[in-house]
Nanobody, 122 residues
Framework: QVQLVESGGGLAQAGGSLSLSCAAS????????MGWFRQAPGKEREFVAG????????SYADSVKGRFTISRDNTKNTAYLQMNSLKPEDTAVYYC???????????????WGQGTRVTVSS
């Protein structure tokens, strides 16, 4: 079992930045792929970014490429999502999740945080 807790959401203006953190506890954090997903009102949950257990593989959704950066610190059992040049369409609840395998598909992620809300005003 892995417990995940996101933090760092809030309100930002378009063009601004926010930094999200995902603190993990329970089973060995370093063995898991970590992913960030988001869900806007009335929309399905979508992949935002993923990072493999050692950081060797990183993937981004096209909509955030060049603006968001995913990272992890296995010594702190924490994953991060740095969000720059925010747009109103980035408004959503952001979730971190862990997976035993490398994937961008939500159904392959076993454990999920409770989510943190990000609101970007125009």
């Amino acid at each position: 079992q892995v417990q995940l807790v996101e933090s760092g959401g809030g309100l930002a203006q378009a063009g601004g930045s926010l930094s999200l953190s995902c603190a993990a506890s329970g089973r060995t954090f370093s063995g898991y792929t970590m992913g960030w997903f988001r869900q806007a009102p009335g929309k399905e949950r979508e992949f935002v970014a993923g990072i493999s257990w050692n950081g060797g593989l990183i993937s981004y959704a096209d909509s955030v490429k060049g603006r968001f950066t995913i990272s992890r610190d296995n010594t702190k059992n924490t994953a991060y999502l740095q969000m720059n040049s925010l747009k109103p369409e980035d408004t959503a609840v952001y979730y971190c999740a862990s997976s035993h395998i490398w994937s961008t598909i939500p159904t392959f992620y076993n454990f999920w945080g409770q989510g943190t809300r990000v609101t970007v005003s125009s």
